[in-house]
């Protein structure tokens, strides 16, 4: 009886402590992801979806800013904004273009056309960089783009936006350029990428 005791005191005394601590570090991880998901859903993310047409260090930059989810309309409003560098700015005015036009349209089962775009006119001396700045950024007015609700319910109920970027000038020749999106809206997390020549943002609600 004795023996008995002895035997499954080791057992009781060494593995219940292991599970205990196994309870906290698990409880303790899904505490850190919650707060973090809540920091990065509160925050301003911008986040790189490669580039289009072979672009290369140097070329023009188009950021899709995400400004906030109009649910009952299944759309984003967002905003566009064309960054570009003097060197580009003089090279592109020097091919003879009098403005450069960046533009988004929507990619999915919208009519396609939806969406917005921004204007730099470079035949205008307003519009060249002031003396010692060498980045020159216009963004455009808001707009809305249409987004593709998920599914699943709440809380798993992610958002899609699918978009085409361009970047044309005068002479209607497609530039290479990067391609960015920026998510302004709180309590959302976002991912990125670049889907058949598309860009492609997933928002996806956090954990608070």
Same mark, same amino acid.
């Given at each position: 009886?004795?023996f008995?005791l002895?035997?499954?005191?080791?057992i009781?005394?060494?593995?219940l402590?292991?599970v205990?601590?196994g309870?906290?570090?698990?409880?303790?991880?899904?505490?850190?992801?919650?707060l973090?998901?809540d920091?990065?859903g509160? !925050?301003?993310e911008t986040t790189? /979806?490669g580039?289009?047409f072979?672009?290369r260090?140097?070329d023009?930059?188009i @950021?899709?800013i $995400?400004h906030r989810v109009?649910t009952d309309?299944?759309?984003?409003?967002?905003?566009?904004?064309?960054?570009?560098?003097?060197?580009?700015f003089d090279?592109f005015?020097?091919e003879g273009?009098?403005?450069?036009?960046?533009?988004?349209?929507?990619?999915?089962?919208?009519p396609?056309?939806?969406?917005?775009?921004?204007?730099?006119? !470079?035949?205008?001396?307003?519009? /060249?960089p002031e003396p010692g700045?060498n980045i020159?950024?216009?963004?455009?007015? @808001?707009?809305m $783009?249409p987004?593709?609700?998920s599914?699943?319910?709440f809380?798993f109920?992610?958002?899609?936006?699918?978009?085409f970027?361009e970047?044309r000038?005068?002479r209607?020749?497609?530039?290479p350029?990067?391609?960015e999106v920026e998510?302004?809206?709180?309590g959302?997390?976002?991912?990125?990428s670049?889907?058949?020549?598309?860009v492609?943002?997933?928002?996806?609600?956090?954990t608070?």
């Amino acid at each position: 009886m004795t023996f008995g005791l002895l035997r499954k005191r080791p057992i009781l005394y060494g593995v219940l402590p292991a599970v205990l601590f196994g309870i906290v570090a698990l409880a303790f991880v899904l505490v850190i992801t919650i707060l973090n998901a809540d920091l990065y859903g509160r !925050l301003t993310e911008t986040t790189s /979806a490669g580039s289009a047409f072979s672009a290369r260090a140097g070329d023009p930059t188009i @950021r899709l800013i $995400l400004h906030r989810v109009v649910t009952d309309e299944n759309a984003v409003e967002a905003s566009l904004i064309l960054t570009l560098d003097r060197k580009s700015f003089d090279k592109f005015k020097a091919e003879g273009n009098q403005h450069l036009r960046a533009a988004v349209f929507d990619a999915s089962f919208q009519p396609f056309g939806v969406g917005g775009s921004v204007t730099v006119d !470079l035949a205008s001396a307003e519009a /060249a960089p002031e003396p010692g700045v060498n980045i020159i950024s216009h963004q455009s007015a @808001r707009f809305m $783009l249409p987004t593709a609700p998920s599914l699943r319910g709440f809380p798993f109920d992610d958002l899609s936006v699918r978009v085409f970027t361009e970047l044309r000038g005068t002479r209607f020749v497609v530039y290479p350029h990067f391609v960015e999106v920026e998510k302004m809206l709180p309590g959302r997390l976002i991912d990125v990428s670049l889907q058949g020549g598309a860009v492609y943002a997933v928002l996806s609600r956090t954990t608070t």
